[in-house]
């Protein structure tokens, strides 16, 4: 498995690109905007002009993109998505964030011309990506997902294999969704202690001290107080995974993640859906 398409170079697909190519596999770069692959180029990578031109002749195929629609875009396309000119031998990894109801479409697209198909989306932000820290929730074939290792562990420090096709796509939306609370409920809570002019950061420093802050949530904390909101995971996108936790879950009682949705599409409303998702503070500070 030396040559790799990777689909999509925003933030983490640019880095993740990076990675492959210094781990020595053959990566060759997609991105809608033609002028992010330059980077790339100068790295060595191979440039493509479509999702098919780069998947072409390659061993396998990892997408890195938005959101289903985006997704539906570079792999279903009939003329020039990737799976049209995949090899039937070739493995197709989804490691964007998207709902198990498009993991499920593109399985099936996948399976109807002999693709083995990997749903694999990630925990880790920028700093991961570009330690090769990053931990994979992978979906599918146990087999399969064994035979990609090498490239998950050029990524990555840890892949958790889930099941059946959709479970890595299901426990990313649970894990985005689990955080999404946690910073949701901290920056409420930083608001009351304000209005009880209790020292946030004091307040802070003790929590963090108990079990009852997880060291992630500490670490947002204190960036909340220290107002760095510099995108790595912008609350626009919180809003999206937590729609699609809402599509995903339709017929289960969610009124937990359902009511800190509208905490982060109010935020959006206000003006503040472009920072990162620390930034939720500002409705309350």
Request: proline share 4%.
């Amino acid at each position: 498995m030396k040559r790799i398409a990777v689909l999509g170079l925003g933030a983490m697909g640019a880095r993740m690109a990076v990675r492959l190519i210094d781990a020595g596999f053959d990566v060759t770069v997609f991105n809608r905007s033609a002028a992010q692959t330059e980077p790339l180029r100068k790295l060595g990578a191979g440039t493509a002009a479509t999702p098919a031109a780069a998947a072409r002749d390659a061993d396998v195929v990892l997408s890195m993109v938005r959101d289903d629609a985006a997704s539906a875009a570079v792999w279903d396309a009939a003329n020039d998505g990737a799976l049209s000119a995949m090899r039937p031998d070739a493995v197709a990894i989804e490691c964007s964030t998207v709902s198990p109801r498009r993991v499920a479409a593109l399985a099936a697209n996948a399976r109807a011309r002999g693709i083995a198909l990997i749903d694999a989306p990630l925990a880790g932000s920028r700093p991961q990506a570009e330690a090769g820290a990053l931990i994979f929730f992978a979906g599918g074939e146990q087999s399969v997902v064994a035979s990609l290792a090498p490239v998950f562990d050029a990524l990555g420090q840890a892949t958790h294999y889930m099941g059946e096709t959709g479970t890595g796509a299901a426990t990313k939306l649970v894990a985005n969704a689990l955080f999404g609370i946690q910073l949701a409920a901290i920056a409420e809570l930083f608001g009351l202690a304000d209005a009880q002019r209790l020292d946030a950061e004091q307040l802070l420093d003790v929590l963090a001290a108990t079990p009852l802050v997880s060291p992630a949530a500490a670490v947002a904390g204190r960036a909340m107080l220290a107002r760095q909101f510099a995108p790595a995971f912008p609350i626009e996108l919180v809003a999206k995974d937590f729609d699609l936790v809402a599509a995903t879950a339709a017929d289960v009682g969610i009124p937990l993640s359902k009511a800190t949705r509208e905490v982060y599409r109010d935020a959006i409303a206000a003006g503040f859906g472009d920072a990162n998702i620390t930034g939720i503070v500002q409705r309350y500070r």
